[in-house]
């Protein structure tokens, strides 16, 4: 197995950390690595199913005291570094925080709630396990704090990924099913296996781009989980039929304020769909975007996302600036793999119990579409509760009352 990328010498500051963690991952996932049945989301994109399957373990811990990361509800919290493989198929290792609570472990083991967070960019530096003060994405690192808080006080111990590529090597596949799937299931897995205290019984939740995550988890089959028992499955706000809104987006003229948000999150769709698709990834390096968009590509990989919004940045286009002279193809690819990867197509093990909550004034994740969402599981026979709530996109989480009941629901799965 050759890592090139994850032993490239690194001149930016911090370079000399970064190239140590990119030896200790080859090292570690080098080791990690075990033959065995390979799910379908390991394959890599040529379609060889011969991949060697990595067993999710816990490879490195560090004791975290940052308050914004280290909830105060915790009895202690330590950020890990898990092997896992990519969306492309390769060993990897991912990193997140595991948070156990305050009352001791009844005879079963604390039951276990794994946490994703909403769109915070793609870079490593918005890993939310690297959470700080005045991090510029501090409110969405932390939206779902009320929730797991709550967890926490429950008796429950919390695993939060930060996601394949987010604080460790590789990029980041935005909004990509199977990779948000693996971030999530390994990370419980791992975080099951190293601590005995926690249990078998699992539920799963998540916020915007975590919602995702947490919905198709909750969507493998149960096998993948190992002995751990997926008791339920809580969606905040999951966007939802994002290839119409792009389609509808994608010839307005004009930049500026509403639509910067935009061009943020366009950028990290179409970097997002690169890293899971080698022949995407070519197509916007060759005609695919514009040379003003191509010029700022690299930025997802130094910019979180309301970075990425900014005048100098893609929040500076228009999104008819986006497309170069093979735009129409390559817009068409996107749209492709935005429908595969819909939330919409899921189905899920009988029996598993699905809440979803919308925002009836969220432009993100418009509640319509998200009702709409709901009425296709209900349709295929998945018992989901759902609820809005007058408020918007961060909301569905942050409102306290809101995440209170949320939270509730999950500990009675339970």
């Not at 989301?41 to 399957?53: F, K, Q």
């Not at 967070?117 to 890993?127: E, R």
């Not at 966007?239 to 930049?255: E, F, H, M, W, Y």
Request: net charge negative; charged share 20%; glycine share 10%.
């Amino acid at each position: 197995m050759t890592v090139p990328t994850l032993l490239a010498t690194d001149t930016r500051p911090g370079g000399g950390r970064r190239l140590f963690r990119g030896l200790l991952t080859a090292g570690v996932v080098c080791a990690a690595v075990l033959t065995g049945a390979v799910p379908s989301w390991a394959a890599p994109a040529g379609g060889s199913s011969t991949v060697e399957r990595v067993v999710p373990r816990i490879v490195d811990t560090e004791v975290v005291t940052e308050r914004t990361v280290a909830l105060p509800h915790a009895d202690s919290t330590l950020r890990v570094r898990y092997t896992s493989t990519s969306i492309r198929g390769v060993p990897t290792v991912m990193s997140g925080t595991v948070l156990t609570p305050q009352t001791p472990p009844p005879a079963g083991g604390w039951p276990l709630a794994v946490w994703n967070h909403m769109t915070v960019g793609a870079a490593d530096d918005c890993a939310p396990s690297t959470a700080h003060s005045d991090h510029t994405e501090l409110p969405r690192m932390t939206s779902g704090d009320a929730i797991v808080s709550r967890l926490l006080d429950a008796g429950f111990a919390v695993a939060r990924p930060d996601f394949e590529g987010i604080g460790e090597p590789g990029p980041h596949p935005y909004l990509i099913r199977d990779s948000l799937a693996r971030s999530t299931i390994d990370m419980a897995l791992a975080a099951a296996g190293h601590d005995p205290r926690i249990g078998r019984d699992v539920v799963v939740a998540g916020h915007s781009e975590g919602a995702v995550a947490a919905l198709s988890a909750a969507a493998r089959p149960s096998s993948e989980w190992g002995d751990l028992r997926l008791r339920a499955v809580s969606a905040l706000a999951p966007p939802t039929q994002i290839a119409a809104l792009l389609d509808g987006a994608s010839n307005v003229p004009i930049a500026g304020p509403a639509i910067n948000e935009l061009m943020g999150l366009a950028a990290l769709i179409g970097s997002g769909a690169a890293a899971a698709d080698p022949a995407f990834d070519k197509l916007m390096d060759n005609g695919g975007l514009s040379v003003e968009a191509q010029q700022l590509r690299p930025q997802v990989e130094t910019r979180c996302y309301a970075d990425l919004t900014a005048p100098d940045s893609f929040g500076g286009l228009a999104p008819a600036q986006l497309l170069g002279p093979r735009g129409a193809e390559m817009k068409e690819a996107l749209l492709t793999i935005l429908r595969a990867n819909d939330v919409a197509a899921l189905r899920f093990p009988r029996g598993v119990p699905v809440r979803i909550d919308s925002g009836t004034v969220d432009t993100v994740s418009p509640a319509p579409l998200v009702s709409g969402l709901v009425d296709t599981y209900r349709r295929a026979g998945v018992p989901v509760s759902y609820a809005d709530r007058f408020t918007g996109h961060a909301g569905v989480a942050t409102d306290r009352q809101n995440a209170h009941i949320i939270a509730e629901w999950l500990i009675a799965r339970v």
